[in-house]
């Protein structure tokens, strides 16, 4: 039978519903997330929420604005802009430009220790705006930090809002963390929007490599054999990573793109570039992975007769997100005043992971990115249908649900001496588990 065009673009249509039949079920069967720690006292907490009811028109409006006007990563001036005019109007200080990176920025309201850092994403993708819902992100986090600073006064510490550019391929986290942005910080929060409310994030890493090869210019019809061709280096790479694909572990991935494959089809194309992801959940697993990548890189510059230069991480690395089960648990528990039931893992048989640079912030402090549901199961991240949830009724419900959550959290931090000495202590217990680990592997 003739496939059509419109046939074969379509996604798998057994599989999916199938997979997200058993999600379903496995979430309506899991049990509610709980804490052992009392956090915020009730009185405060209500005043919170209150708060972020009479600032719910402004957060809206700033995850709106923000939606209308997509930026590429260190390009979201306007972005900064907007919550910079609303940080202002509730009579807060804020600073642009932070950290040696001009779309970062940093407000905080209270005194002393401990100090929690709320995290603020805003950067859009190529071609598809905000299909990753960063203004969501954005919108939660203000929202946050806005309704703590109305009960300032009242915190045992500082709560500190941290604009971070360039989430998509950039590493912005890592570049602020590199110019000590996190060395007060006691612990870090920020959401991400998704289609489960799930505790924690898919734990994997990722690399950029970005290759060139570069061969000898001819005329490709009469004399071709005095050239050596560049572009047959490129698709002969891209083979490589496709065969080595089905022989990767089922966490990890690799995803590319030709960047450069010539000019005209009658001269041998004398350069051509393409750009990787290199995805894996634990740093051997990542270190094996990217060996293999290089070799079929190496490999096809050999078949091709060309010379070949392979960036690796021209942004830096994006480690693993660490979840802080005690302070995820917190969050779950604030979320239940939205009516929402946090998971406390993923529910999908299937690893359909991402990335974030996040996960180098959770490598330095305790922290939490947990998922908000805002889209229907089947809706796939970074697309069209993702973007217009975001601008939604159901995006702006995870941007005021998401803030309340992070603002209880971090109030509970603050206020919970016996929360964040466990916090303290998972984390310290994860980073001696990694060193001991990290040393092993230098000894085998």
Known sequence: MTQTAAQAGRPYETFLPTLLAEASETARG????????????????????HHLDDLAPQILDLSHHVFDHPELCFEEHEAVAAVARLVRAQGIEIEVGTFGLPTSFRARVGHGAPVVAILAEYDALPGIGHGCGHNVICASGVGAFLALAKVAEELPGTVELIGTPAEEGGSGKELIARA???????????????????????????????????????????MPFMGRNALDAVVAAYSGVAQLRQHMLPSDRIHGVILDGG??????????EASFYVRSRRPETMRELSSRVQEIFEAAAHMTGTDVEVQWDPYPEEKSVKTNRALMER????????????????TLEVPLN?????GNVS???????????MASPGVAGHSLEF???????????????????????????????????????????????????QATEGNS
């Open 363 to 373: 490598h330095l402090v305790p922290g939490i990115h947990p998922v908000v549901a």
């Open 180 to 222: 000590g942005g996190f060395a007060d910080v006691d612990a870090a929060m920020m959401i991400h929007p998704g289609v489960y409310d799930v505790g924690t994030y898919p734990p994997q890493g990722m690399r950029t490599v970005n290759v060139v090869y570069r061969g000898l210019e001819a005329h490709a019809a009469a």
């Open 30 to 49: 899991a049990q509610p997330v709980v804490s052992a720690f009392a956090g915020t006292p009730k009185e405060l907490l209500d005043r919170i929420e």
């Open 263 to 272: 000019s005209r089809p009658n001269i041998v194309p004398g350069r051509a």
């Open 331 to 346: 969050f779950a528990v604030g979320m239940r005043r939205r009516g929402r039931t946090v998971l406390g893992q993923q």
């Open 387 to 437: 973007a217009a949830e975001a601008r939604g009724p159901r995006g702006d419900r995870a941007a005021l649900d998401g803030a309340f959550g992070l603002a209880a959290t971090a109030a509970d931090f603050l206020h919970d001496s016996s929360l964040r000495a466990s916090a303290r202590e998972e984390f310290m217990a994860a980073f001696e588990h990694a060193t001991v680990t």
């Open 354 to 358: 991402g990335s974030t640079d996040f």
